[in-house]
Structures are given as C-alpha cells and as structure tokens.
Nanobody
Framework: QVRLVESGGGVVQDGDSLRLSCVAS????????MGWFRQAPGKEREFVAT????????GYADSVKGRFTISRGSSRYTVDLQMNSLKPEDTAVYYC?????????????????WGQGTQVTVSS
C-alpha cells in the first residue's frame, strides 16, 4: 500500500501563488506516475496535472496550463504543484494520486492510490 500525504493548502487572494506538496510512503515501489486532481463544492473531481515516473513528462488541464507547474521534489517520491496567478475558480480540495505504471494519465480510474486532500481557497 502507498500512503500519500498532501500539504501546503490555505487561503490566498486572487492572483496569489501557492505551492502544494505530496509525499509518498509505504510500498513506494508501487508508486510510478503521480498526479493532482481537485474537487470544487458541488462538482465532480477533475484532473489538474500529471507527471511520469522520471519527471520528464508532464500534462495539464487546459484550465491551469501556463499557471500551474508539476514537478518531482528532492525525492522521486515527492511531487509538488506550483500554482501561480490563482483565481477564485481554483478554489477546491486538491488531491494527490499515484499509479503503479510509469506513464502519465489524466483519468481518475488510472490511479491506484489517493491522499486525503488539502483545501485551497482563493478569495476575490
């Protein structure tokens, strides 16, 4: 089993930046590509960004492209999400996810492990 713990959420103003981090522990040999998803109140969870096992390939939702950057941290089992130019519509619970395969994926069903989520609130 892989355990994922997110950190870095908070309350910020429109246009501010925030950096989320996710650390994987446990059976990390099962942790390949990783991703971030988010769920706003009353909406379904949606894909935000993904990064492959090596950190060489990334993918983004159109709504965050150019504003958010996903990267591997100091350890291969850490993934960060740098969020710039935040907007009120970015308000959501952000979830870290990991999958057993090395390649990136944008669908929820492709991921095997999930964190508990961290709240990001952007006020106007």
């Amino acid at each position: 089993q892989v355990r994922l713990v997110e950190s870095g959420g908070g309350v910020v103003q429109d246009g501010d930046s925030l950096r989320l981090s996710c650390v994987a522990s446990g059976r990390t040999s099962d942790s390949g590509a990783m991703g971030w998803f988010r769920q706003a109140p009353g909406k379904e969870r949606e894909f935000v960004a993904t990064i492959d096992y090596s950190g060489g390939y990334t993918g983004y939702a159109d709504s965050v492209k150019g504003r958010f950057t996903i990267s591997r941290g100091s350890s291969r089992y850490t993934v960060d999400l740098q969020m710039n130019s935040l907007k009120p519509e970015d308000t959501a619970v952000y979830y870290c996810a990991a999958r057993r395969y090395s390649n990136t994926a944008t669908s929820e069903g492709a991921y095997d492990y999930w964190g508990q989520g961290t709240q990001v609130t952007v006020s106007s």
